[in-house]
């Protein structure tokens, strides 16, 4: 089993839709969580931490349930400028500040 | 924002030469940079863990004498593939953690490596 698992998508859904993305991770002692952004060829950049009562940041809601280690991503009113590979990444050993991340899950948002 | 500047973006070499990927954090010191390596449509995968004025911690599979890694200094970490091949075409990004800013963890850019 992965570390950290992710519906690959991809997922292609009209501009204003609200979309999706779960993601699940399989060490129980994971201590941070965090979505990225990846944009074709380029580098992941942090779209948002995951706390434990859940977070939203504009049009964006991420939400952490430990007990089935289950971690969501809420994008609602959905852009063009949406469409990106997103990807769960968790940290496992946090004393080492490694992350974990997913295969990621790609949105394509149409016009 | 903190900055983490790699270089180059995209280099074609040759099989059998190897080749120096640089990555510089610009405005903070980073005791530590990690290397990950994506092929496509793939998760990013750390290759190892650089740190300040000691030997890099390389995950397992990944050859120490294969990917050079040096991190001289508390600004500078670079890593060297060794006597590439054409498996070794892969994208590498470095990353460094940020004290005291939330998540803190900034990426280069990436370089695209292609060896023909």
């Known amino acids: 089993r992965k570390e950290v698992e992710q519906d690959p998508g991809p997922f292609n859904v009209p501009e204003g839709a609200t979309v999706a993305f779960n993601c699940t991770y399989s060490n129980s002692a994971s201590q941070s969580f965090f979505w990225y952004r990846q944009d074709c060829r380029k580098e992941p950049k942090l779209l948002m931490s995951?706390?434990?009562s859940g977070n939203e940041d504009g049009r964006f809601t991420a939400q952490l349930n430990r007990a089935s280690q289950y971690i969501s991503l809420l994008i609602r009113d959905s852009k063009l400028s949406d469409s990106a590979t997103y990807l769960c990444?968790?940290?496992?050993?946090?004393?080492?500040?490694?992350?974990?991340f997913g295969s990621g899950t790609q949105l394509t948002v149409l016009p | 924002g903190a900055v983490v500047s790699q270089h180059p973006s995209r280099v074609i070499c040759k099989s059998g030469t190897s080749v120096k990927i640089e990555c510089r954090s610009l405005d903070f010191q980073a005791t530590t940079m990690f290397w990950y390596r994506q092929f496509p449509k793939k998760s990013l995968m750390l290759m190892a863990t650089s740190n300040e004025g000691s030997k890099a911690t390389y995950e397992q599979g990944v050859e120490k004498d294969k990917f050079l890694i040096n991190h001289a200094s508390l600004t500078l970490s670079t890593l060297t593939v060794t006597s590439a091949h054409p498996e070794d075409s892969s994208f590498y990004i470095c990353s460094a953690s940020v004290l005291g800013q939330g998540a803190g963890y900034t990426f280069g850019s990436g370089t695209r490596l292609t060896v023909v």
């Open positions: 990444v968790v940290n496992i050993n946090g004393s080492a500040r490694q992350l974990t």
């Open positions: 995951v706390y434990s």
